[in-house]
């Protein structure tokens, strides 16, 4: 049985600095990220688009969708094979290409280090990740390589 699942976020714009759109330099990429009962996200461009480096870009959000969307299907993953992870972090990495006007991602690279139980088997915690990149709904959805380099840490008895 197919389901549909919807997500609401309301963006605004607060950049306006008193004269609108009116010259590329006059406005600030500056807004807001509201989504029902979650703190506000302040949002700006990237500092190469005239961004504030302070407030997260959509280009940062995206790597860490695609990070944070790996590891929670990872963890279950994992658990299903039998696998006990104790700590899990990722060097998660996005490359974007721009030409012209335009631009697109042309890869994510994941660099999960995954510590697991003295008492669980490294082979199936590497394998878990393959699982886990094809459960993944954010990297099923977009249009470029997401690879993941893993590395397996068994943690001392």
Request: with cysteine.
């Amino acid at each position: 049985m197919n389901h549909r699942h919807r997500y609401r976020v309301d963006v605004e714009w607060t950049g306006n600095l008193g004269s609108g759109t009116d010259g590329y330099r006059k406005y600030s990429r500056d807004h807001v990220i509201r989504i029902d009962g979650k703190p506000v996200i302040a949002g700006s461009s990237d500092p190469t688009f005239r961004g504030d480096a302070a407030k997260h870009n959509p280009e940062d959000m995206l790597v860490a969708a695609l990070s944070t969307c790996h590891m929670l299907s990872y963890l279950h993953m994992a658990t299903v094979a039998g696998v006990v992870v104790t700590a899990y972090t990722d060097a998660a990495e996005g490359t974007m290409a721009t030409e012209g006007d335009g631009g697109r991602f042309v890869e994510v690279v994941l660099r999960p280090t995954v510590t697991v139980s003295a008492a669980s088997d490294p082979a199936k915690a590497e394998t878990a990740h393959e699982a886990a990149h094809h459960a993944c709904f954010i990297a099923n959805s977009v249009n470029f390589p997401v690879r993941c380099h893993p590395r397996i840490v068994v943690a001392p008895v």
